[in-house]
């Protein structure tokens, strides 16, 4: 069965701790990852778009990576207004989501 | 530009009762999609518009629930009648293009809703 599944679920940092979100899926003929951010009362944001493994996308203090099973979101030394929680999401059913990692940056 | 506009932001109703959502897409956006997320799960997709026509309708729980898009502008949700397992928060969504290939969606604030 195709399935999205985000770790950790919950993720506390220092400013400046930088850190890896994971997504794993396993989905076969993948047509693209998608990044969002979800602020609390708010709806997800688009981030990035991944298609093929080894591919990455920059954004400020983000960077996204592909590979034939994973994409990781890395946080380069972060801010407070980083928290937020990220979901990925694959092109299935529509759109299936994961379930998302909670990132909290303490300044 | 405006955003994707949702009303009413929260909803409280008693469980048999009717609610209506509604949702105002970017304007010149085809594409227009309904996600729920219910208590402690990922958000989960439940139709997709492109302008007046039912694109995909796969996730739509039961009979209860009516979407519809008048003249492929504004979109409502109608849950008649709501049960407990109805409380959540229901988003909508627009995109210029197909979403399921650039990911492109943008999502409106949710409207909560919350069956008593």
């Known amino acids: 069965e195709d399935q999205v599944t985000q770790s950790p679920e919950a993720l506390r940092l220092q400013e400046g701790e930088s850190s890896s979100l994971n997504c794993s899926y396993t989905v076969s003929g993948l047509r693209g990852l998608f990044w969002y951010r979800q602020d609390p009362g708010k709806g997800p944001e688009f981030l990035f778009t991944?298609?093929?493994a080894g591919e990455e996308k920059e954004k400020e203090r983000l960077k996204a990576t592909l590979t034939k099973k994973e994409s990781f979101l890395h946080i380069t030394a972060p801010k407070p207004e980083d928290s937020a929680t990220y979901l990925c999401?694959?092109?299935?059913?529509?759109?299936?989501f994961g379930a998302g990692t909670r990132l909290t940056v303490k300044p | 530009e405006a955003g994707v506009t949702q009303f009413p932001s929260h909803s409280v109703i008693e469980k048999g009762q009717t609610v209506t959502l509604r949702c105002d897409p970017i304007?010149?956006?085809?594409?227009l999609y309904w996600y729920r997320r219910v208590m402690g799960k990922e958000i989960k997709f439940l139709l997709h518009f492109v302008k007046e026509s039912k694109q995909d309708e796969s996730g739509m729980p039961n009979n209860r629930f009516l979407a519809e898009r008048t003249g492929g502008t504004y979109s409502t949700l109608k849950v008649q009648p709501a049960e407990l397992e109805d409380s959540g928060v229901y988003f909508c969504?627009?995109?210029?293009?197909?979403?399921?290939?650039?990911?492109?969606?943008?999502f409106g604030e949710g409207s909560r809703l919350t069956v008593l």
């Open positions: 304007s010149g956006h085809d594409n």
């Open positions: 991944l298609y093929s």
């Open positions: 969504a627009s995109s210029q293009g197909d979403s399921g290939r650039t990911g492109e969606l943008f």
């Open positions: 999401a694959v092109p299935i059913d529509d759109m299936r």
